[in-house]
């Protein structure tokens, strides 16, 4: 693999608080393979969050960073507080370089907002991300808290709060796609909670633990589930007499095939930039890889013996900065690499054989990908998800 100069973390997710008040049934965070946060404190302690600013601070000076963006995560970062939270964030803000603006970000199940947090977060220029399964109850079903209740009553209060309450610092909306429900529905009744962005995400699976809907052997499928919700969600999207919302995925999709400049980390070939504190200092790559295996995010770093720096020289990071070089000889060829970009990476995982693989979505991405330069070029392609003729093996179109 070629070496070049690492490119900058830009992005901060820090674990103000490593536990959840929810139990979903799905979470691969605190249901899958991984079980390091057995181990951690519950919480970041405030010596931790002090050195974690620090250590943001002097990667900026660094690398002279004109902006950054500090995501407070978790778990659920609410059960950490508020002023925790507020504290953390000034705390960041006085240590970067003047020049250097904090964008900072809570991602929350919504179901801890109330009026009061929502006022002190806002004050504190915190703008507050949901994550919800859809719009309706039906949809949330098993989203549920410890005590197995529904948490849907909770979250549409908090969601509706922000949305009348402080519309400015309402981030959007973070959503799995579900080839179980009705795309476009889905996608109205999301419309409902007046978000200003939706951001769609794959199920987190891999070829060695595939996601729902696409069977025990991915590799042997003709149907692209996945990729068929997709298309028609966005489709209702493109098709709006007026822009309703962003769509993160499908607006990256059309800049990407239009040759400009996008980063996602479910689609093209921009280096990661990303980077996690857990709430015990460890320094981390991001909580996906831990859908893949035990201990798959670990770096054996953290913000009292390491700089980020350090974590920029992990091969895992170099890896994921090196574009197409870390890509196996099928994506390399692949004339859609520039846009698709192998997929996100933890969905590349074959066990046995690492990352270097394309994404066990390949078939789902290059279906949806097709679909939206065919609308770009005035022409939607024909409905059947993979054209007439074409054989797949091992996943991958021929």
Same mark, same amino acid.
């Given at each position: 693999?070629p070496?070049?100069?690492?490119?900058?973390?830009?992005?901060?997710?820090?674990?103000?608080?490593?536990?959840?008040?929810?139990?979903?049934?799905?979470?691969?965070l605190?249901?899958?393979?991984?079980?390091?946060?057995?181990d951690?404190?519950?919480?970041?302690s405030?010596?931790v969050?002090?050195?974690?600013?620090?250590?943001?601070?002097?990667?900026?000076?660094?690398?002279?960073?004109?902006a950054?963006?500090?995501?407070?995560?978790?778990?659920?970062?609410?059960?950490?507080?508020?002023?925790?939270?507020?504290?953390?964030?000034?705390?960041?803000?006085?240590?970067?370089?003047?020049?250097?603006?904090?964008?900072?970000?809570?991602?929350?199940?919504?179901?801890?907002?109330?009026?009061?947090?929502?006022?002190?977060?806002?004050?504190?220029?915190?703008?507050?991300?949901?994550?919800?399964?859809?719009?309706?109850?039906?949809?949330?079903?098993?989203?549920?808290d410890r005590?197995?209740?529904?948490s849907?009553?909770?979250?549409?209060?908090?969601?509706?709060?922000?949305?009348?309450?402080?519309?400015?610092?309402? +981030?959007?909306?973070? /959503? &799995? @796609?579900?080839?179980?429900?009705?795309?476009? #529905?889905?996608?109205? !009744? =999301?419309?409902?909670?007046?978000?200003p962005?939706?951001?769609?995400?794959?199920?987190?699976?891999?070829?060695?633990?595939?996601?729902?809907?696409?069977?025990?052997?991915?590799?042997?499928?003709v149907?692209?589930?996945?990729?068929d919700?997709?298309?028609?969600?966005?489709?209702?999207?493109?098709?709006?007499?007026?822009?309703?919302?962003?769509?993160?995925?499908?607006?990256?999709c059309?800049?990407?095939?239009?040759?400009?400049?996008?980063?996602?980390?479910?689609?093209?070939? +921009?280096?990661?930039? /990303? &980077? @996690?504190?857990?709430?015990?200092?460890?320094? #981390?790559?991001?909580? !996906? =890889?831990?859908?893949?295996?035990?201990?798959?995010?670990?770096?054996?770093?953290?913000?009292?013996?390491?700089?980020?720096?350090?974590?920029?020289?992990?091969?895992?990071?170099?890896?994921?900065?090196?574009?197409?070089?870390?890509?196996?000889?099928?994506?390399?060829?692949?004339?859609?690499?520039?846009?698709?970009g192998?997929?996100?990476?933890?969905?590349?995982?074959?066990?046995?054989?690492?990352?270097?693989?394309?994404?066990?979505?390949?078939?789902?991405?290059?279906?949806?990908?097709?679909?939206? /330069?065919?609308?770009?070029?005035?022409?939607?392609p024909?409905?059947?998800?993979?054209?007439a003729?074409?054989?797949?093996?091992?996943?991958?179109?021929?």
């Amino acid at each position: 693999m070629p070496t070049q100069a690492p490119f900058p973390f830009r992005q901060f997710i820090v674990k103000a608080h490593g536990l959840c008040n929810l139990s979903c049934r799905y979470c691969y965070l605190y249901e899958g393979p991984d079980r390091t946060w057995r181990d951690r404190p519950s919480a970041a302690s405030e010596g931790v969050l002090d050195r974690t600013a620090s250590r943001i601070a002097e990667h900026a000076a660094q690398h002279r960073l004109s902006a950054l963006s500090l995501v407070l995560h978790g778990g659920e970062p609410l059960l950490a507080g508020v002023g925790r939270l507020t504290r953390f964030t000034a705390r960041v803000r006085a240590e970067v370089p003047g020049r250097c603006v904090v964008h900072p970000t809570v991602q929350t199940n919504g179901t801890l907002l109330t009026a009061r947090r929502v006022d002190a977060l806002t004050r504190h220029g915190i703008r507050i991300g949901l994550s919800l399964d859809g719009g309706r109850a039906a949809h949330n079903a098993r989203r549920v808290d410890r005590a197995g209740r529904p948490s849907w009553p909770a979250a549409v209060r908090g969601a509706r709060l922000l949305a009348e309450r402080c519309p400015e610092s309402y +981030a959007g909306i973070l /959503a &799995v @796609v579900d080839p179980m429900t009705d795309p476009v #529905e889905m996608y109205e !009744s =999301l419309l409902a909670l007046r978000p200003p962005a939706i951001d769609l995400l794959l199920p987190h699976g891999n070829w060695s633990a595939p996601p729902p809907a696409l069977g025990s052997k991915p590799a042997d499928r003709v149907t692209t589930p996945y990729g068929d919700w997709l298309c028609a969600v966005f489709d209702r999207w493109w098709g709006a007499e007026r822009r309703e919302t962003k769509v993160r995925l499908f607006e990256e999709c059309v800049a990407l095939l239009l040759g400009l400049h996008a980063s996602t980390e479910s689609l093209g070939l +921009a280096p990661v930039d /990303a &980077v @996690v504190v857990e709430t015990d200092g460890s320094i #981390e790559q991001i909580d !996906s =890889l831990k859908s893949a295996f035990d201990g798959a995010a670990r770096t054996g770093l953290d913000i009292f013996r390491n700089s980020f720096d350090d974590a920029l020289d992990h091969p895992g990071v170099v890896a994921r900065q090196a574009g197409a070089a870390a890509l196996g000889v099928e994506c390399r060829a692949c004339p859609l690499l520039s846009v698709c970009g192998g997929g996100h990476y933890a969905h590349r995982y074959r066990a046995g054989h690492g990352f270097a693989n394309p994404s066990v979505y390949c078939a789902d991405l290059q279906r949806f990908i097709r679909h939206v /330069a065919g609308r770009l070029a005035g022409a939607a392609p024909a409905p059947n998800a993979i054209p007439a003729g074409t054989l797949v093996t091992r996943g991958v179109p021929r």
